[in-house]
């Protein structure tokens, strides 16, 4: 077992409240119970002595292994190849159909021999509250029980258990066509034991999994050129959906580093309007008009809250539930992914100053009938209330949608997201006749748009820059065309795609920005931003460089995992980097794929 096996490795299950990652030698070393945001019980990916892990592979891993997922499913299957036999380890969680929130998750894993004969090994070392509460172990009949403070993790399986001090063990032989499996479930303190797994209870949990994601992945309209990269896209971002509000966090897992050894380190288990509000257009183009609405629907609530009271009506970011309480500290204990210390949880983020939001949030509100039509009076109020107020607060310096720790600056798309906020809500209060202070936010869009025309272009570049008092290009401005705000072949706009091209792409991977050049208060350098290149890649389909586009999309395609997963950053040796996997990164393919769909087509179609 590697101490630390590359981010990549991993595959990603879930029930819609919480997720695990199974690394690709069967071991489950990152899974948070009972939310994506709670302490951690199993995080070797952080410490591989303090945080615990629970392994179910081949006793001696002196084989090959493989990683798939059963087709259109959030089911993973972890192969094991060897002289001996083939043995399967299969993992998924039961998503909650109720969308009530619960502290009862369970996480399933079938083992089974294919051919020949496979002896697998149990191990289960749960460190609860991130390893800093100790745990007591009952074992008896009816398996392992682990109490902890506030949470009881029952661990069962088909095979005898035994006690190793405070952890488990245990070992079966499996002859080709025979099956087992373990059960791991955490609860509050005090809950019920579940009853013991059989093998015919297990197989009917992997077929009612199984129908689900294939029912709920049938009401996709994508009929696109990758299907299956488009849809393993959207079921990662349905796993990384909490289903009781329809929130979308923006990564799995807290302190995967941006550079092995780095202090970019941050905690991802939260809802940024930013990501959520463009998950929106991504989830709508493909027919997920639920899960689309859900989020909107938890936005507007945020701008309800802040009624009456004089602070920003919007953060950058909220807890799952809403809570706008994210304190960061640091987990002195935990050495980090590969010495990538500090390990953050929380973030500091939160209270930072980043106008974009407002406009993202009027976009998503903004984006299809089937969401604006259903805005109750006191949900549009709310966004006047907000429009009113942005209408005075947009002319200020930010921290910008990088979230930079270097001090404040006029980001020029700060500046673009504030017309989009203007331009979408003047939109909105038309086509649904709705009262509105049409001129205060029409003179407020032209502001801006004049602002960013004399003072975001520098000449010398020949493009539009990353802030007003510098030079930096920045490749968030790649979303310029898409939101509206300029011609996609406009000779300014093609001439910034030029200049990006110069500045910023490596072999077709794109880097938010140069940080040697605009410091961002911090140490250490960066990958290339998967985002950034999808980005790319919409751009240059709208600018007409199709060919460009169509091998820089297929390019980007060689860097994903063995199921189709990204995590935030591609390092210099084509490692992904970064919290994992990344829902930006996800709804951004989508977006790419639909754009470079729909240029192809009409290519197509004028041939």
């Known amino acids: 077992m590697d101490r630390y096996p590359p981010i990549a490795e991993h595959g990603l299950v879930g029930d819609l409240q919480t997720a695990a990652l199974v690394s690709s030698q069967g071991v489950v070393d990152w899974f948070a119970a009972p939310r994506f945001d709670s302490p951690s019980i199993f995080a070797a990916l952080l410490d591989h002595d303090r945080g615990g892990y629970m392994r179910l592979a081949p006793e001696h891993s002196d084989g090959t292994c493989k990683q798939l997922y059963y087709p259109d499913t959030a089911i993973l299957v972890t192969r094991f190849l060897s002289p001996d036999g083939v043995g399967e380890v299969v993992d998924f969680m039961s998503p909650d159909r109720t969308r009530a929130a619960t502290d009862r998750h369970t996480l399933v894993r079938g083992v089974r021999t294919v051919r020949g004969t496979v002896d697998f090994t149990l191990e289960c070392r749960p460190r609860f509250d991130y390893g800093r509460a100790e745990h007591e172990l009952e074992l008896g009949g009816n398996g392992a029980l682990f109490r902890a403070p506030g949470i009881d993790g029952h661990l069962q399986s088909t095979f005898p258990l035994e ?7 245990g070992r079966v032989t499996l002859s080709a066509g ?5 059960v791991f479930t955490v609860c509050a303190s005090g809950g019920e034991a579940p009853a013991p797994p059989t093998i015919e209870g297990l197989n009917g949990q992997f077929d009612e999994v199984a129908q689900f994601w294939r029912h709920w992945l049938s009401r996709s309209r994508y009929r696109g050129r990758w299907p299956e ?12 959906t909490y289903a009781p509000t329809g929130a979308l966090i923006a990564a799995a897992t807290t302190g995967l580093p941006e550079q092995v050894g780095g202090e970019r380190n941050w905690d991802y ?8 509000s463009l998950s929106v257009r991504a989830m709508l183009d493909l027919g997920f008009v639920e899960e689309a609405t859900a989020f909107v629907h938890w936005l507007v609530n945020r701008l309800r809250e802040r009624k009456g009271k004089e602070e920003e009506p919007l953060q950058t970011m909220y807890r799952i539930d809403g809570s706008p309480d994210l304190p960061e500290e640091t987990l002195d204990h935990f050495e980090g992914y590969r010495g990538s210390y500090p390990v953050r949880i929380g973030n500091g983020a939160v209270d930072q100053l980043q106008l ?14 089937e969401i604006a039509q259903q805005a109750s009076f006191e949900g549009w109020q709310a966004l006047t209330r907000t429009l009113d107020w942005f ?7 930010d921290e910008g949608i990088w979230e930079t720790r270097g001090g404040r600056q006029d980001f020029t798309y700060s500046r673009v997201m504030s017309w989009v906020a203007f331009d979408h809500g003047l939109r909105l209060a038309e086509s649904f006749r709705r009262p509105a202070a049409l001129e205060r936010w029409r003179k407020a869009r032209d502001a801006v748009f ?9 000449e010398k570049e020949r493009a539009f820059v990353q802030h007003y008092d510098g030079k930096v290009l920045d490749a968030s401005l790649l979303l310029m065309p898409r939101l509206g705000f300029i011609a996609p072949r406009d000779p300014a706009w093609l001439s910034t795609l030029d200049a990006m091209d110069r500045k910023l792409v490596s072999d077709s991977l794109v880097y938010r920005y140069d940080p040697a050049a605009s410091p961002d208060g911090l140490r250490g350098s960066e990958g290339t931003f998967s985002l950034c290149t999808f980005l790319y890649v919409d751009a240059l389909a709208r600018a007409g460089r199709l060919d460009q586009a169509r091998y820089t999309f297929e390019k980007m395609q060689t860097y994903a995992n063995h199921v189709g997963l990204f995590a935030e950053e591609i390092g210099p040796s ?11 990164t996800h709804l951004s393919l989508i977006m790419a794929a639909i754009t470079l769909d729909e240029a192809l087509d009409a290519e197509k179609a004028l041939s």
Request: no cysteine; hydrophobic share 40%.
């Open 450 to 458: 004049e602002q960013i025309m004399e003072r975001g272009w520098s």
């Open 229 to 240: 990269l488009v849809h393993r896209s959207a079921i990662t971002l349905k796993l990384l």
């Open 391 to 397: 209408a005075d607060a947009w002319d200020r310096p």
């Open 269 to 276: 288990r939260f809802t940024w309007v930013r990501d959520g």
């Open 163 to 169: 006690r190793d001090g405070r952890d488990v063990r």
């Open 178 to 182: 025979e099956s087992g499996g373990a």
């Open 356 to 369: 974009d939001i407002y406009g993202e949030a009027l976009y998503a509100v903004s984006q299809g009938a």
């Open 574 to 584: 084509g490692e992904q980097l970064g919290n994992f996997p990344q829902a930006f």
